[in-house]
């Protein structure tokens, strides 16, 4: 099972982007699915996280400015981000927590490698 991230890039304050995460592989099932923010030298943070019924958590510093949803049918997840403010540059993560066909009910934490983005001021 393997995540793949797109989307991100630059953009001036103010701005908005579309990230999308796909996750394909033997995927049996998957809970949760969200995103990681690293600005650089800090750590990884949560961002937003949503469950397989749609129910959201944010990141205090993004409520009101991103929506995170998902697409159950085609095992993606996205993270629309609006009024990007230079605070929100850094390297954004997608994960999900999954099962795979072959081991059921073995759930384990998957990564995607990370899609920068930059915000200018």
């Known amino acids: 099972v393997q995540l793949v991230e797109s989307g991100g890039g630059l953009v001036q304050a103010g701005g908005s982007l579309r990230l999308s995460c796909a996750a394909s592989?033997?995927?049996?099932?998957?809970?949760?699915m969200g995103w990681y923010h690293q600005a650089p030298g800090r750590q990884r943070d949560l961002v937003a996280r949503?469950?397989?019924?749609?129910?959201?958590n944010y990141a205090d510093s993004v409520k009101g400015r991103f929506t995170i949803s998902r697409d159950n049918a085609k095992n993606m997840v996205y993270l629309q981000m609006n009024s990007l403010k230079p605070e929100d540059t850094g390297v954004y993560y997608c994960?999900?927590?999954?099962?795979?066909?072959?081991?059921?009910?073995?759930?384990?934490?998957?990564w995607g490698q990370g899609t920068p983005v930059t915000v200018t001021s």
């Open positions: 994960y999900c927590n999954a099962d795979e066909i072959i081991i059921p009910d073995r759930f384990r934490e998957i």
């Open positions: 949503i469950s397989s019924s749609g129910v959201t």
């Open positions: 592989g033997s995927i049996r099932s998957i809970t949760v």
